[in-house]
């Protein structure tokens, strides 16, 4: 990596595990989380432990997945760690999309939720089929683009107070503005700063994509 990726790997990891630990500690804990999701939450118990505990998983293990020294120097943890991740997105989409239509906020606000449990899931078929085609650079830059969806669960939570505090909106003014523009910036972010300048190691999917690399995820 060179220092500026370094630098936002480390700035994305360091804000990914806390709201990995705060996912995963939930339900667990009584003062986690406003009393208004809470109650919101208990009405529809199943669909918020299969998109809030997996979608932690998903945070925490993906990040690491951009390591080289990972990638190239512990091929069965890449691999295995990657599967997993998959899975935990795939389980955390599918209750993201079944919470954006029981959303407490506006129809807009359900269907940012909705679009995005859509985009993340296919994200995470399409790095699973890449890497099951053996084509590792196809399988990077969807990596790359379902761990931007994944970092939804951080932008929200720092747009939500960035707006109330510097902006002055409402809570329902700003969950309208997250649930579109918590995860399309990032996306753009993505495809401009990271797939347009490949992860070390793309370059050897160029001859023979099957050649010189464990999969990730097969």
């Known amino acids: 990596m060179d220092r500026v990726?370094?630098?936002?790997?480390?700035?994305?990891?360091?804000?990914?595990?806390?709201?990995?630990?705060?996912?995963?500690?939930?339900?667990?804990?009584?003062?986690?989380?406003?009393?208004?999701?809470k109650q919101h939450f208990a009405s529809i118990p199943l669909s918020a432990r299969l998109h809030i505990i997996p979608g932690g998983i998903a945070l925490l293990?993906?990040?690491?997945?951009?390591?080289?020294?990972?990638?190239?120097?512990?091929?069965?943890?890449?691999?295995?760690?990657?599967?997993?991740?998959?899975?935990?997105?795939?389980?955390?989409?599918?209750?993201g999309f079944l919470l954006a239509w029981y959303a407490i906020r506006s129809p807009a606000t359900r269907l940012g939720f909705a679009t995005l449990s859509i985009l993340w899931f296919y994200s995470g078929i399409m790095a699973f089929l890449a890497i099951r085609a053996g084509n590792i650079k196809l399988h990077q830059q969807w990596m790359i683009r379902s761990y931007a969806l994944t970092l939804a669960g951080v932008t929200l939570r720092l747009q939500l107070y960035a707006l109330g505090k510097w902006l002055g909106l409402s809570f329902d003014q700003a969950y309208d503005v997250v649930a579109w523009f918590s995860w399309l910036p990032n996306l753009i972010i993505a495809e401009w700063l990271f797939i347009q300048s490949p992860l070390p190691g793309a370059k050897r999917t160029a001859a023979n994509p099957r050649e010189n690399s464990q999969p990730t995820t097969n």
């Open 5 to 37: 990726k370094l630098i936002l790997w480390l700035l994305m990891t360091f804000l990914a595990i806390g709201i990995s630990i705060y996912a995963l500690t939930f339900f667990a804990t009584a003062t986690l989380g406003s009393p208004e999701f």
């Open 61 to 95: 293990l993906g990040a690491f997945q951009f390591l080289p020294q990972l990638r190239s120097g512990w091929t069965n943890l890449h691999r295995y760690s990657g599967r997993l991740y998959v899975i935990a997105v795939l389980a955390s989409a599918i209750g």
